[in-house]
């Protein structure tokens, strides 16, 4: 038995994550991939760059002291390769060049922006063959803070992918246009014709945290009728009430609203009845690819 250190940086429009992962390799028996500490920071990038164009002066700031709090966590932690990937805000950000210099002469950490069919396939390059069915077809959404990431899954295989500019940060900041909607449900419609015993696989924060707090057990799916009601049931609330008697993170006690929106509509459109909640998302695919090898 031989056991690995990786970490993955997940560089998003709503939050920066830290996952570093126990790599476990046997002889006889499939590798193990074993989450050992999981740190997330509260910097919202897409609140600046879907409004101005560019990451703020202040944001640029956390970043730099969060990657250098990174590196010395990945340290101590014995890390042995990592991986950091930008997404949404930093592809669109016009100063993007300048944070990825910041953040490398502070912390040594080097930034890559990947585009939305990488993230796609980095994603489902996860663990989700446990869950999927050969039998049965699945429609995989991962909603971030400035994109979404959709995936169709056939006969064990993925069959279409597509990345839209619909994100949690963009939806609350009014920056989705309607045309956007629009492509969203035509390529979803499309996508899922023929298709058989279609269901959703969500990832995320915000569904993970849905999920949570509908106490299923691991491995139970949410239903459709569910879903909508505890979405309605979280629109009545205000903001306040959603910390205060939910116990949310203010930084997800507003994105959560726009989230469960998305996931629902993919639903609708899709045809599907239930949404599956595995824990996995863009880190998980990271630490993946990077046993894999499919990394520089």
Known sequence: MKILKYAAIDIGSNGVRLLIANVIVFKKKETQFKKSSLVRVPIRLGEDVFKTGIISENNKNRMCEAMQAFQLLMKVHGVEKYKACATSAMREANNSKEIIDCVFESSGVKIDIIDGKTEAEIISSTDLSQLIQNDKSYLYVDVGGGSTEFTFFSEGKIINSKSF??????????????????????????????????????????????????????????????????????????????????????????????????????????????IYVPKIGLSDGIIKSLYLGKFD
Not at 181 to 191: F, G, L, R
Not at 194 to 213: A, R
């Open 165 to 274: 500019s619909l994100g949690t940060v963009r939806l609350l900041d009014n920056r989705v246009d309607k045309t956007i909607w629009h492509d969203v449900k035509k390529w979803v419609k499309e996508n899922s014709k023929g298709l058989p015993k279609l269901s959703l696989i969500g990832s995320g924060g915000n569904i993970n945290k849905i999920f949570k707090m509908s106490g299923k057990m691991e491995g139970k799916p949410l239903s459709y009728i569910y879903l909508n009601s505890y979405f309605n049931f979280l629109n009545q609330m205000t903001y306040n009430e959603r910390i205060s008697e939910l116990d949310l993170n203010p930084d997800r006690a507003d994105v959560i609203i726009p989230a469960s929106k998305i996931y629902l509509k993919a639903m609708k459109w899709s045809g599907a009845k239930k």
